[in-house]
Structure formats: structure tokens, C-alpha cells
């Protein structure tokens, strides 16, 4: 008798903040998994078509995870247009909550438009910034300085973009729909440092900065240029009130309510996260 092997899902960005995770629930669902990224071993380079077919061998479904450089470029589309021909019969889309106020965006476009059954995935930005990204350094050195003012963003737990992504990649019911993401409530980042400094009995302070003054110290720090001021000008915008909205896709698409930023930072204090750095002594 002859067993068929279901076709693996193809996850791009694998070792990423939601890929990771997408990843680990298909491997606990038993589902066959294909984590790629340029350092996993299914090596994925957007900048490298010929790692593109390898991927896309045999798999069934992808998780698209286009990196903020390709956001508008034609990689996204010719990748697409090559999964389709490689017989890939789902795409699950991670984009970005408000990414269509300025129009539709490319990578959007080309997933509509790619003739199989789509998902796109719109989160806010993640509450893990805070302790996976570019926040972490500055929250245990006791101070995070942001150009976002007292603006609210609804955070959204990554957990929680992962269970939709890993629902939209393995069930029927989700084709054709845009879930835009977000946490049950907006808060500051004066808010969110604060909860975080009362979880972990530390002092922790938020302070605001210009945009101009973040975008040259990220680049200080190695931040390319454009991805610099890009960060500025989104933080800026959430110091104008673009976050400060809930919207209704985790229960759409789960059936229940988003994680809590406090049960997040609650779970990630417990579990050891932002350590006091050691103190050094000069010798």
C-alpha cells in the first residue's frame, strides 16, 4: 500500500520572531515543516533566486516573510509567481497593520493576484521588541528613548501572529482573508516600560527623543541608513496616534481574545528575561 506524504509547509524567515514559532507548532502538530532562512539548513536568500527552487520543492503551503528591504521590490513577486509554478497551493503573508494607507502594497498585490488560496497576516508591532529586538539592550541598561512620544500602539503578542499564521497555513476557512493583529488594548511605551520595571523589580525609564536624534543613533549602532530613519519615521507616526486602535483579527481568525501586553511581560519576567546587566569593574 502506498502512504502519501503530506507536503511539507515551506517557512521563510525561520529563525525570526514568528517564524521560530510557526515552525515549532507545525513540528508539535506532527505536520512536515521546511524552516528556511539563510542560515537554517534549507538556505533561503532573497537575494539569492537560485536557493528559491531547492525551497520550494514538493511544499504545499508557504509562510512569506518578506524582509522590510523587499517590501516594495519585485523579489516578493518573481518568488511568488516561482512558488505557484512550483505547484504551492496556500500562502500565508506576514505584512503589517496599516500597510494599505498609503495604497496597496506590492507584496500584498502579488499574493492576491497569485491565483491560489491567500492569507495575509497584518500584526501591530510585536510586544517580543521588547525583549527579542532592538529594545531589549536599552531596557536593561535602564532606559528606553524613543521618538513615540505618549502614542499608543496596541502590541501584539507574537504567539498569538503564530497560532493565526499556524490556522491560515493548516485549516480551510481563511482564504481570502486580511486579519489585521493587535493586542486587546493600546499603550504607551512609557506604559509598557513601566509594567516591565514592575515585573522585574527594576528601575526602567522611558524618555523621548526626536526622530532625527533615533535615527542617527541607530545608525551609530550599525542600523543601515534607510532602515534607520524608516524605524524613526514609524515610531514617530505612533507619537501621532497611528497605533492607537485595537482590531479584531486573533478573534476573528482563533475564536478568542489576544494575549495581554501584561501577561506577556508577566511570562517573559518569569522565564529570566531582561537580566540586570553585570556590572564591571575596572581593574
Known sequence: ??????????????????????????????????????????????????????????AGAVYLVPPTEHLDASPVEDFVSQAVKAGVRRLVLLSGRGADHAGEPPVERAVRES??????????????????????????????ALPAGEGREAFVDTDDVADVAVAALTRDGHAGEVYELSGPEPLSFRAAVSLIAEATGRRIGYRHVNAGEYAAAQAALGTPAEMAALLAGLLEGIGHGSGDYVSDGVHRALGRAPRAFDDYVKATAAAGGWPEPPIRHRV
Open 1 to 58: 500500500m502506498n502512504v502519501t506524504t503530506p507536503a511539507p509547509t515551506l517557512v521563510l524567515g525561520a529563525r525570526g520572531k514568528t517564524g521560530r514559532r510557526v515552525v515549532a507548532r507545525l513540528h508539535d502538530l506532527r505536520l512536515p515543516v521546511r524552516a528556511a532562512s539563510r542560515s537554517a539548513p534549507t538556505r533561503f536568500d532573497w537575494d539569492a533566486p537560485g536557493t528559491w527552487g531547492p525551497a520550494l520543492e514538493r
Open 115 to 144: 491565483g491560489i488560496p491567500w492569507t495575509i497576516l497584518r500584526p501591530s508591532w510585536f510586544a517580543q521588541n521588547f525583549s527579542e529586538d532592538r529594545f531589549l539592550e536599552p531596557i536593561q541598561a535602564g532606559e528606553l
